[in-house]
């Protein structure tokens, strides 16, 4: 009797190699699902390799740790508040400015807050550090070009503190809770808060006056 042929072993499905910026692009998207589902703490090297589909030795190539890589993946998804065009008005600019503000916090939907949210009390201060770094800061700075712009001479000193208030309440809404941060909200702290502070003229006159975000 002729002996049986063994069975033929079936291939191992070939494995698809990521490169480059395919690659590169995976691991920054893993970063900012484990940061939004586990915290920044409980990120890990390792979570990130898993949840990207590849070894942790690729990471590891391209960084020395994660507050490297968590960096690196929040600059490429943050945007450039200096891309926020100026158009010379008042209002309109300001609106833009915090109006930039408003879409990060809102674009990660929440992320990046619940990351700053999980250091308060710490003595960590990375996220704040990066955040405040690529975003907060920049957006501060051109927010006092417009208030100087604006001002009739106002000390260097009050345009400093000017320049910090809408920034500070649109972080300390998303601290406090907030998921998102409505239009509406933006247009108030222009309008009730700045304007007035700055001599500007009253909310009630600038909203009927069709600019940008009207209130809904």
Avoid at 2 to 13: I, M
Avoid at 111 to 123: H, I, K, P, R, W
Wanted: proline content about 6%; some cysteine; overall charge negative.
């Amino acid at each position: 009797m002729r002996p049986r042929a063994a069975d033929p072993v079936p291939e191992a499905p070939a494995r698809t190699r990521r490169r480059g910026e395919e690659l590169r692009k995976a691991i920054f998207a893993a970063v900012l699902e484990e940061l939004r589902s586990t915290g920044y703490a409980n990120l890990t090297m390792e979570s990130v390799a898993a949840a990207a589909g590849t070894g942790k030795s690729a990471l590891y190539r391209r960084w020395p740790d994660k507050e490297a890589m968590l960096g690196d993946a929040l600059r490429d998804a943050l945007p450039d508040p200096d891309e926020v065009p100026h158009t010379g008005d008042t209002r309109t600019d300001l609106i833009a400015l915090l109006g930039f503000l408003q879409s990060v916090f809102n674009h990660t939907s929440g992320t990046l807050f619940q990351a700053l949210a999980s250091e308060v009390g710490t003595d960590t201060g990375f996220m704040r550090a990066l955040v405040n770094e690529h975003v907060v800061a920049p957006c501060k700075r051109r927010i006092r070009e417009v208030l100087r712009t604006a001002s009739d001479g106002a000390p260097e000193s009050d345009l400093d503190l000017l320049a910090e208030v809408g920034p500070a309440m649109l972080t300390h809404r998303c601290l406090t809770g907030e998921a998102t941060i409505s239009d509406d909200y933006v247009v108030d702290v222009v309008d009730v808060v700045l304007a007035r502070l700055t001599g500007q003229a009253p909310a009630a006159s600038v909203a009927s006056a069709g600019s940008p975000h009207p209130r809904r």
